[in-house]
C-alpha cells in the first residue's frame, strides 16, 4: 500500500480522499491556492503545501507545481478527485515520468475516451449502442449529405468536446451550414482541433449511468445506475440509485454493455460510463469518465462498497474481493447537491462567511462538504458546497429522509438552494420517477 | 436556545391514516388539575376518583358514582326514557343537547332510581357535572320531582349527590320553575317522616342550591367543594370587595352552619350506610 498519497483537489472531495487515506493508515498531503489557506483539506491532511496564486490555472491546474511537491514529499501516489487535473492525460503522464503513481485511468485510455468521436467509434465497434449519427465531416456539403441520413433535429459536436462548447443544435436543413462554421470556428478557438462530428437529437430523455471498478487482473465489477436526469444547464443537481425507469431487464442489458465497454477500452480504477435512455427503453453509448464522480456517494450508500479507497487499492495493484453476485442493490440513495447560488437571482453563485452551521444527522444520513462555521467561502472555485446524501429501503422513504435532513441542515452566511430541492422532491414528476434532462428547464417556479 | 426559526418543518405527509384506536381506554391518562400529576384513568376510576398523589377529588359521572357507592347489582333506574326538549327553540340548544347525550351516554343531567348501601333501601339522584354543566332543565326537575313523590309513596328514604352549574339559561323560565317544583316534593316526602341525605359535591350552584340542594335533613359535602348561589368572582364584581379565603368552599360553609359534615369520598359509603340504619324507621324516630 502507498505510505503517502497527494490530493491534487480542493474543496469536500478533497476531504472525501483524505477520510478514505486515514481510515487506510495513509499519510495525506495537501496541495491549497493563497485564497485556500484556511479551507478544511489543508488542516485535515498531515502535510499540507501551498501551490500558487488563487485562480485554479495557476495552483490546482499547474501541474509542474504538483508533481514538484509530490516529489518533494515523498508522495507515491496523487488522487486526482473529479475536476481539475482528474481527467488530463498529461499530467497523468507526467506522474508516471516522474515514479509517481496516477490514481486515475491509464494515460491511453483517457486519451481515447476523451476525444469524443474516438470513443463512439470504439463502442460503436465494441457492440455497446451509441446514439445514431456519423463520423468525422470534413465540410458542410458533406455534413450535409450525412444529415439526410440522421435526420433532423441534430447535434454537431466536436471531437475534442467539453463543457458544452463546439455543440450545436440543428433543426432544420437550412440552418445546418452556419452552425457547422461557428462550432467548427468555437472548437477550434477552444480546444485547438475544429474537427467535428454529428448525432441526432435526442429529446425527453434520462441521464443513466453505470458505475464500474476494474482492478489489473481482469475483474470488471458494475456497481448498478445512477439516474441522473435532474440537470440545470447540464449541470447535475440531484442524483439517485437505482434510478425507477430501469427494470430488472434493462439492468442486466446496461449491466453488460458497460462491462464490455470497459473490457473493450482496457479499463482501470473507477470509472462511469453515460448514457441516454429514451422513453421507449433504448439506451445509447453517451460518454465515458475516467474518474470518481461528484455522485459516487449514491452508488456507496446503497451497494456499501467505498469507491475512493477501492480506487487506492486498485492503483497499488490490488485485486478486487467483491464478486459481481455480491453486489445486490437493494436500498434507494438520493443525493442533493448544495450550491451557493442565489436561486432567486439567476443561480448566481453566492459567497460569504459562514456563520452558523448545522449539520443533519440521523441514521442514514450522510453530509460530504468542507465548511465550516467561521469559514469564508472564496469567489474562485466551484459553488457548490456540500453533498447530502439519505438511504432508505424504499424510494418513498429516501425521500422523506431527504425531506426531513434538508429541513434540519442550517447553512448560513451566504444563499444555497436547500430550498429549491425541498420543493423538487415535493413535485409530481419525481416522485414518479419520470423527469427527464429537460424538465428542470421547462419547471415553473 | 437555538431559534427554532433556523429549521425548516419538512412537508412529508403522516405515513398512513391517524390512527385513533392507539388511546384506548386503558392506556388513556389524565393530568390533576391540582397537582398536575399524570395518572392513568384506570388508575383514577379504581380510586373513586381521587388523585394518588395529592388526594384531590376529580369529577365523576352520574353513573359512576352510583356503581361506585351502591351494592353491586341493586341499582333500579326510573324514567330513564324521560327526554329533555327545546321548547324555546333556544339558539344552538339542540346542538349542545345532542352533544351532551353523545358525550354522556345518557338521556338528561341527573340520574334516579333505588338501590341498597350495605342492605338498606333507599331511593337516589344523582347529577351529571359534564351535562351542560349539571344545568337543572325542566327533565331535571320532573326527574327529581317524581323520585320524591315515588320514594314518599314506597316510603324510602332518599340520598342525592348534588353539582350543579344552576338552572339551564336555555329552558328560560321552565327552569327557574323547577326549583318550586321540586321543593314541593321534598317537602310532602318530609312531611311524610322520611329522611332525605344530600351530598354536595364540586360544585354545587345556583338554582339547585336554592332549592332541593339545601333542603335535607343531613346535609353532607366532599372535601373543598365548592357551594354557592352566584359564583364568587361574580360577587366580587357585584360588592367591589375582596372574599375571605376559602369563601364558599364546603370548609367554610360548615362553619356557618350550612354543612352538617364534610366526608371524604372514601368515607362516604360508610357514612351514608349508618345514617340509612339510624333512620331506618323514618326521620322522625
Redesign the interface.
Known sequence: MFSKILIANRGEIAVRVIRACKEMGISTVAVFSEADRDALHVSLADESYCIGPSPAKKSYLDMTAIVTVAKGCGAQAVHPGYGLLSENAAFAKLCEDHGIRFIGAPCEVMNRMGDKDAARRTMRDAGVPVIPGCDLVATAEEARREAEHIGYPLLIKARAGGGGRGIRRVFKPDALEAAFQSAAAEAQSAFGDGALYMEKLLTHVKHIEMQLLCDSFGNVLCLGERDCSMQRKNQKILEESPAVCVSPELREQLTKATVLAAKTVGYLGAGTIEYLLTQDGHFYFMEMNTRLQVEHPVTEMVTGVDLVKWQIRIACGQELNIRQEDIRIEDHAIECRINAEDTAHDFRPSCGTIS?L?VPGGPWVRFDTALYQGYAIPPFYDSMIAKLIVSAHTRAEAI?KM??A???M?V?GVEHNA?MH?DLL?DQAFIDGTYTTDYLANRKA | MLSRK???????RL?GEVDSAVMQAEDRRVACPECKAIVPQATLQAQAYVCPRCGALHAMSARERILWLVDEGSFHELDADLTPIDRLGFPSYAGKLSKAQEESGEQEGVLTGTATIQGHPFALFSMNPAFIMGSMGAIVGEKITRLFEYAAEKRLPVVGYAVSGGARIQEGIFSLMQMAKTSGAVLRHSEAGLLYVVVLTHPTTGGVVASFAMEADVILAEPKALIGFAGPRVIEQTMRQKLPQGFQRAEFLMTKGFVDRIVPRNAQKQELAQLLALHQRGAMA
Not at chain 2, 6 to 12: A, V
Request: one cysteine or more; proline letters at 5%; hydrophobic letters at 35%.
Open positions: 452558523m448545522h422523506r425531506q426531513a434538508l429541513c434540519e442550517v448560513e430550498q425541498i415535493c | 433556523l429549521f425548516k418543518k419538512p412537508k412529508n405515513e
